[in-house]
């Protein structure tokens, strides 16, 4: 019984090291407690708060005229809803319009920042699409079926929120073959991708080589659906100070927008925060390391809206100082 209680501790311990460390240290200091702090990449200490918008956006957002109220419409052209494609290479097709106001995905080369498409492949993380006008793929796609998510971006990743402003597609890759060999062929010979075909990597598409993944099969296009956008990837220097959370919601609304949903957030091993109106949120405070976001849809209980498993996503971050 005693070395089970241990053990408990020390694993209670081990997890929560994130806000216990200093304590650990100062009560019970010995090595073993030190190998447990050091041996756990997470921060000592990090107490997040939610911050206004930072002010570098709101210049940003004040340099680009009106386009903060643009109503972009996109359609997915390609995948076809509900087709079949008989390659692992997806090429994905958009079509954008609406009240634009001068919204365009673009690439500006001297910056690397621009108006993007967020596009999502099942529940990965999504990929930046900057030019619509140029091919873009979903490479190694695994046989079975898949979802597609797309939505517009701002340079800052912040997500357009308004109605047909996010389009979703269900598609099917058959006999796609993926081999990182030789060209794939169907059954009739007819060849299909060749991964060996990218003879320099400037004269590729846009494009994701993407993890092996298939959609969930329970989840439903038409349940209340959570999508996980940002934040993603490594946040360095200036860019960690404010840290955006953004999502898009289909099909239900947050009680503070007159619905019955809340969004529920929870970073490493911290307390459940929540968003109860459809936004962005900026959180600062961020230790160095890497740190685990985890966003939930779920009901005025707390208890999560399941559609498939995506309305509970975690993404882990790192923040470089
Ligand atoms: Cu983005």
């Not at 009560?27 to 206004?52: E, F, G, I, K, R």
């Amino acid at each position: 019984m005693k070395n089970l209680t241990l053990t408990f501790l020390f694993s209670a311990c081990a997890v929560l090291s994130g806000c216990m460390a200093p304590v650990v240290n100062n009560t019970t200091a010995n090595s073993t407690n030190s190998n447990v702090a050091n041996a756990n990449s997470a921060p000592a200490m990090q107490t997040l708060t939610v911050v206004d918008r930072p002010q570098k956006i709101v210049d940003l957002m004040a340099s680009r005229g009106d386009q903060d109220n643009a109503k972009p419409v996109i359609k997915i052209i390609a995948p076809k809803a509900d087709s079949t494609v008989n390659s692992s290479t997806v090429k994905v097709n958009l079509q954008l319009s609406g009240d634009l106001k001068g919204y365009k995905p673009m690439m500006d080369e001297a910056t690397h920042t621009g108006n993007h498409i967020h596009v999502i492949l099942d529940n990965q993380p999504y990929e930046a699409y900057y030019n619509l006008n140029e091919p873009f793929e979903l490479r190694n796609v695994a046989d079975g079926d898949h979802t597609l998510r797309v939505f517009p971006s701002r340079p800052w990743h912040e997500s357009y929120k308004n109605d047909g402003a996010f389009q979703m597609v269900k598609f099917t890759v058959k006999n796609g073959g993926a081999d990182n060999t030789k060209p794939a062929t169907t059954n009739a010979g007819q060849q299909m991708s060749n991964s060996n075909a990218n003879a320099s990597a400037s004269a590729r598409p846009e494009g994701k080589d993407m993890q092996p993944t298939t959609a969930a099969a329970s989840f439903d296009p038409k349940k209340p659906l959570l999508t996980y956008s940002r934040p993603k990837g490594e946040y360095k220097n200036a860019d960690a100070d404010a840290v955006m959370i953004d999502f898009w919601l289909t099909n239900g609304k947050l009680t503070g927008d007159g619905g019955e949903y809340r969004v529920r957030y929870t970073v490493d091993n911290g307390d459940a925060k929540y968003i109860d109106k459809w936004g962005p949120i900026w959180l600062s405070g961020w230790t160095a390391g890497k740190h685990t976001i985890r966003l939930e849809l779920v009901d005025q209980n707390g208890q999560t809206v399941d559609n498939g498993g995506y309305n509970a996503t975690s993404r882990d971050i790192t923040i470089t100082k």
